[in-house]
């Protein structure tokens, strides 16, 4: 068995041409680099894998990604366990992240749900809320997209894939894309 894996390879690569001006990937950088440098918060939000991706992206906005800067907002909604587990209880599962979207949601700031299947109902109804309220959508999922593009979001950075791990493998490539590239685009500097 090969260590390298012929279809990442394919993976990163249509990633990385999504970076061009009119790719996904680009737009979902611009709309959150805007809404940061405008003072809106990026709402970060998904499952198991795709949560603590959302809590790592977090960080690396609030802290820093290449080199110290001034914190940008940034809250990872799976974080907080009181809150998570009492909407569960509460309300539903499915709620756990539409209603932190309307707790912590502005127009101004951005919503970004991570989903491998596409089909997570709690990160759709958190999608969808942020989109009744007037936030920014930008949705990083796997190969099934038609639950995501009924909401729909601005921006769909999409993985032609079904396997969660590639899938995951993937969107923290993204999202190191995005840390890099808000990082640059708003302070400036170099990095490495």
């Known amino acids: 068995?090969?260590?390298?894996?012929?279809?990442?390879i394919r993976l990163r690569s249509r990633l990385l041409a999504s970076l061009n001006e009119d790719g996904q990937?680009?737009?979902?950088?611009d709309l959150l680099a805007t809404a940061l440098e405008k003072g809106g918060k990026a709402?970060?939000?998904?499952?198991?894998?795709?949560?603590?991706q959302s809590s790592h992206f977090a960080a690396e906005l609030v802290n820093k990604f290449y080199f110290r800067r001034p914190a940008l907002p940034a809250l990872a909604l799976a974080s907080d366990m009181a809150t998570l587990t009492s909407i569960a209880n509460d309300e539903?599962?499915?709620a756990i992240f539409a209603r932190q979207v309307e707790a912590f949601g502005r127009p101004g700031d951005v919503a970004l749900g991570l989903t491998t299947s596409g089909t997570s109902?709690?990160?759709l109804l958190g999608l969808a809320k942020a989109r009744e309220l007037g936030l920014v959508t930008i949705a990083l999922a796997g190969s099934r997209l038609q639950d995501l593009q009924a909401i729909p979001v601005d921006a769909l950075v999409a993985v032609a894939s079904?396997?969660?791990p590639t899938i995951q493998e993937m969107h923290l490539?993204?999202?190191h894309?995005?840390?890099?590239?808000?990082?640059?685009?708003?302070?400036?500097g170099n990095h490495g």
């Open 92 to 94: 539903e599962y499915r």
């Open 1 to 8: 068995m090969s260590i390298i894996d012929p279809e990442k």
């Open 173 to 175: 490539f993204a999202l």
């Open 121 to 123: 109902a709690n990160v």
């Open 25 to 29: 990937l680009a737009r979902a950088i």
């Open 162 to 164: 079904d396997d969660t």
């Open 43 to 52: 709402l970060l939000f998904g499952n198991g894998g795709s949560a603590t």
């Open 177 to 188: 894309a995005m840390a890099a590239a808000i990082e640059k685009k708003i302070f400036g």
